[in-house]
């Protein structure tokens, strides 16, 4: 069974710093990891994905994200945040098999950018 | 146009009560999902359609029932609502294929109160 770990509930930062959003898994296949993006009380919208290739990816709004197969981790980063990325950043892992795929979801780490 | 859209987008109603919650996605996917948003903000996935036939089907009070009558269409129908059921339901759709990793598009969620 697949599992998604995020580790920060919560992280506040000021507007301009960077921000780190921790993000380790477990599975016993080969995966697919995305991250999604919640804006308050509106659906989730896709940031990035990992389905294979280059090890770092770039996705809208200035994300990037890298995939880490020894330390099973896909940490999600951005080098200057602004007020607008206040949200709820979900960590996912897909697990693809015969009958489709499925979805599991990190418990979701909520970014507060302060003036 | 709204590549997956949701009916209601609020729902109030008592216990007791039957409702169902619509869904819709014009983007040709194949696959169709019902997620549960809690009030912490946890994803957890509820049922899984391809084609019309259910595929997932996870650990959910058989109050629950969802109905495909096409792959465009994925509706969820709840008998005897109770407290606990109170939450945002999110439906969503994927390409059923392995290239597209498991990407999934979101609905933009039903906020359900249960009174």
């Known amino acids: 069974a697949q599992s998604v770990t995020q580790l920060d509930s919560q992280v506040p930062v000021f507007e301009e710093a960077p921000v780190e959003l921790r993000c380790n898994y477990s599975?016993?296949?080969?995966?697919?990891l995305f991250w999604y993006v919640q804006y308050p009380n509106q659906g989730l919208q896709l940031l990035l994905k990992?389905?294979?290739?280059?090890?770092l990816v770039k996705g809208i709004n200035g994300f990037e994200a890298e995939f880490n197969k020894s330390q099973t981790s896909f940490h999600l980063r951005k080098p200057s945040v602004h007020i607008s990325d206040t949200a709820e950043y979900f960590c996912?892992?897909?697990?693809?098999?015969?009958?489709?795929?499925?979805?599991?979801f990190g418990g979701g780490t909520r970014v507060l950018v302060k003036p | 146009d709204t590549a997956v859209s949701q009916t209601p987008k609020y729902l109030v109603t008592q216990m007791g009560n039957d409702k169902s919650i619509k869904c819709e996605q014009n983007?040709?996917?194949?696959?169709m999902y019902w997620y549960k948003q809690d009030s912490k903000k946890f994803l957890k996935i509820m049922f899984s359609?391809?084609?019309?036939?259910?595929?997932i089907n996870e650990t959910v009070p058989n109050r629950f029932s969802p109905k495909s009558p096409d792959k465009a269409h994925l509706n969820l129908h709840i008998n005897s609502l109770e407290l606990g059921d109170s939450a945002v339901y999110f439906c969503?759709?994927?390409?059923?294929?392995?290239?597209?990793?498991?990407?999934?598009?979101f609905g933009p969620g039903t906020r359900l109160t249960v009174t």
């Open positions: 969503a759709s994927s390409q059923d294929s392995e290239l597209a990793g498991g990407e999934q598009y």
């Open positions: 599975s016993s296949v080969s995966v697919y």
């Open positions: 990992y389905l294979s290739g280059s090890t």
């Open positions: 996912a892992v897909s697990e693809w098999w015969a009958a489709g795929n499925k979805l599991t």
């Open positions: 983007l040709g996917h194949d696959t």
């Open positions: 359609y391809n084609n019309k036939e259910l595929i």
